[in-house]
């Protein structure tokens, strides 16, 4: 069996690794094991000093990852560098506050000395995704490896060249040989490792099919498992917003990646009275995207990452029209190109029951659910088994604030896009998974919360 890294915009096959074999697993987790007796012991300045230098490679090589980036899995080459200083931006920022947040807290009991430590827990298994190859693994490697735990990473099939790469940061960086290491192994693999008791715990970002999954795993071997899993998120227009910037946002919110990010806006949730004019300039703007080479600095959407992606959007498009979707723009594959491109599409006229309604969309298709009122905005919003990220978009920010406490979602914004960031705390309920990454909340996944308690001689 084999790793293949394929060009989504040409077709062609990059490279070709062989997949690992059992032994070789075995092999490399007691070198794993190895490193984390060497990376625990570090001093957290020490882990800082290795996290800064990884930001350093990253800035300095920037181009070099970013183009990695777009040739393995299509993303337009100018948002695969804001995927690279992302990275860079979350290394320095655990490098700066990890020992902060992991400081010994010292609790009065009487005369005697108590106090609860964060130690690590071990080995950590983190199962990535493709879409943000490099951003998905760093948001976890960051504060998992401050806090003093190893890692292994069994990224998803299609970005092995990223994968290695990633690696080779870390190793370069001067971390101890296999404190941070790639497995080159497809799914099936997974349940040995987590069967292995060198593996403490697993961080998982994919779909919600993928999380249950593994968490039934996990569940099975009693290991602390994190889920970032699909969304279908709401993007909630009220009657009272500027639409020239509202439509802006929702373009740029919908097509990053191509579509193809769990937190992409993906049901437009829009108030009746501004329905039209919301759809008319949000159709023309999608309609005149720059559809190209990824490489290229003026494309805007890129193919999709592998053939099977496309298919399944296809699909839910298909489905959706057949069950009562008007297609206002785009709707089918782009078919003058080799690779794997879609027309960026808009949807209107979606209910209940469609899979663009129903179902996480990853790719370029936006739906737009016309609603009368408030209330019915937040219904549609929460009529979903995901609940990742959300915006909505008013000028009364009391009004909107207040809406946010109706939203059953991991995060609501209110006029912007919703995004992660190393300050605040990311993950969803519902399918959209359990658990949290980044901030003070993120570090805290994978650590021993240890109580200590010294009774002083009488």
């Known amino acids: 069996m084999v790793l293949s890294s394929i060009n989504p915009s040409t077709g062609e096959t990059l490279k070709i690794y062989k997949e690992w074999t059992v032994k070789k697993i075995h092999e490399q987790m007691k070198k794993s094991i190895h490193a984390f007796d060497l990376w625990k012991n570090l001093e957290y300045c020490e882990r800082a000093k290795i996290l800064k230098n990884v930001s350093r490679i990253l800035r300095k090589n920037k181009q070099t990852y970013a183009r990695l980036i777009t040739t393995e899995m299509g993303k337009p080459i100018i948002q695969a560098q804001t995927e690279i200083e992302k990275c860079i931006w979350v290394c320095e920022y655990y490098a700066e506050h990890g020992e902060k947040f992991l400081e010994n807290e010292y609790i009065h009991t009487s005369e005697n000395t108590s106090y609860v430590r964060c130690s690590p827990l071990g080995v950590i298994l983190a199962v990535m995704p493709w879409n943000f190859p490099f951003w998905q693994v760093f948001r976890g490697a960051a504060p998992i490896l401050m806090a003093g735990n190893g890692i292994v990473l069994k990224h998803s099939s299609n970005v092995p060249q990223c994968a290695l790469a990633i690696e080779e940061i870390f190793r370069n960086a001067g971390s101890p040989s296999h404190t941070f290491q790639t497995l080159l192994i497809k799914s099936k693999a997974v349940r040995g490792l987590l069967k292995d008791n060198r593996v403490a715990a697993v961080t998982v970002t994919g779909s919600d099919t993928t999380g249950r999954c593994i968490a039934s795993l996990a569940g099975a071997y009693l290991k602390k498992v994190v889920l970032e899993l699909g969304g279908s998120d709401p993007f909630i227009v009220l009657d009272d917003v500027d639409i020239e910037y509202t439509v802006e946002q929702a373009v740029k919110a919908r097509m990053i990646n191509t579509g ?199």
Not at 427 to 437: P, T
């Open 260 to 458: 193809q990010s769990c937190i992409a806006a993906k049901r437009f949730i829009i108030l009746q009275k501004v329905f039209q004019e919301f759809t008319d300039s949000f159709s023309e703007k999608v309609h005149k995207l720059s559809i190209g080479d990824p490489l290229e600095k003026s494309t805007e959407i890129g193919p999709l990452a592998r053939k099977d992606i496309l298919q399944r959007i296809d699909a839910q498009v298909k489905v959706s029209v057949q069950k009562g979707a008007k297609v206002i723009v785009g709707g089918t594959q782009v078919q003058n190109k080799s690779g794997y491109y879609y027309f960026p599409t808009v949807l209107s006229n979606v209910r209940s029951g469609m899979p663009v309604y129903s179902e996480e969309t990853f790719g370029p298709v936006a739906a737009l659910i016309k609603v009368r009122n408030e209330q019915e905005a937040i219904k549609k919003a929460n009529d979903t088994a995901y609940g990742l990220g959300s915006s909505i978009w008013t000028r009364n920010i009391t009004k909107g604030e207040g809406l946010t406490k109706q939203i059953q979602a991991g995060s609501v914004f209110v006029n912007e896009i919703v995004q992660s960031d190393p300050r605040l705390p990311f993950g969803g309920i519902k399918n959209s998974g359990l658990g949290r990454e980044l901030s003070w909340y993120g570090i805290k996944e994978f650590v021993n919360i240890q109580t200590i308690y010294i009774k002083k001689h009488s």
